[in-house]
């Protein structure tokens, strides 16, 4: 029986692709390209793949509450590692179709820009400046954007895209790094039943859920003091709704602690010995930074 790993992943040639291929450039893994993120999750909660790979934070756009809600909601994948990838956007089109007179694109000669809509709303500005007249259109990914563009030609179309994607469909690059922000970052989870190691991982993370007890006035207060004391650092704290009833919100709190330690364990007794619920989604590697 083979050992060979799989992965789920959004479509090739995204943002998503770029980071995959990245964190897994020395293993023999397979990829599993999916339309949606729904598609990812299912993927690997029906066994069909060994892991998937979700972006849960940008650096500009915040968190991403579809996937999160995902993660609690829908699926019980256990988190087994993290890594932060570049999002970089690109003007992508056909360099002979868009060429002005002195071989440049011309920026008149687009009429119409595509690209997923969190990725559109990130390179505003460059929209504004220089294709101001330019018809917006929003897809599902920003590799559909690329594979519209190239099934398309003639129309003065462009998109936003990957690299990856320009290479892969054989369009070109007409400007490079678009985005409105140069420290655009988005944060990947790695989540399945399988697991994963990285022993070269320079800080070990733990996400939990926390639900706080409706009649314990002053209970976020005390188990914030339970991480507080032990000095106990939090990454991340985040309320989102149970979807139970209005008002009732659970807290999605990310930990720069392994769970195998002694204090993290005393913490979250400590919370739920005020009558807290909490549950683990995992102890995991937090892989080093990437910067291209």
Sequence with gaps: MSDRK??????QGTVS??????????????????????DVFQSTAKGHTD?????????????????????????????????????????IGSANELAGEDGQWDPHKITKIMSHPVAMAQCLQFVRSKLPHAELET???????????????????????????AKELELDVLEAGVTDHDNNFTRF????????????????????????????????????????????????IE?????????NYYFYIDIELSLDTVLLPSAISEIEAIGCQVRLLGSYPSLPFTAL
């Excluded at 920003?142 to 563009?149: D, G, I, L």
């Design 139 to 165: 897809l599902n990914s920003t590799a559909e954007a690329v594979q519209m563009v190239r099934n398309n030609p003639g129309k003065g179309w462009a998109a936003f895209g990957t690299r990856l994607a």
């Design 189 to 236: 989870l790695l989540v399945g039943n399988t697991p994963y190691e990285n022993k070269e991982a320079p800080l070990q993370k733990t996400s939990i859920l926390i639900t706080l007890p409706e009649d314990y006035p002053g209970a976020l207060h005390q188990v914030l003091s339970a991480f507080a004391w032990r000095r106990i650092n939090l990454s991340k």
């Design 17 to 38: 692709d770029e980071a995959v291929r990245y964190m897994f450039r020395d293993q023999d893994v397979d990829f599993v390209y999916c339309k949606m993120i729904a």
């Design 6 to 11: 799989s992965v789920a992943l959004l479509p």
């Design 239 to 247: 309320s989102r709704p149970t979807k139970k009833k209005l008002g």
């Design 51 to 91: 892991w998937s790979v979700i972006p849960i934070e940008n650096t500009i756009d915040g968190s991403v509450s579809l996937h999160i809600d995902w993660l609690v909601h829908e699926v019980d994948l256990p988190i087994r590692a993290e890594w932060v990838f570049p999002s970089v956007q690109n003007l």
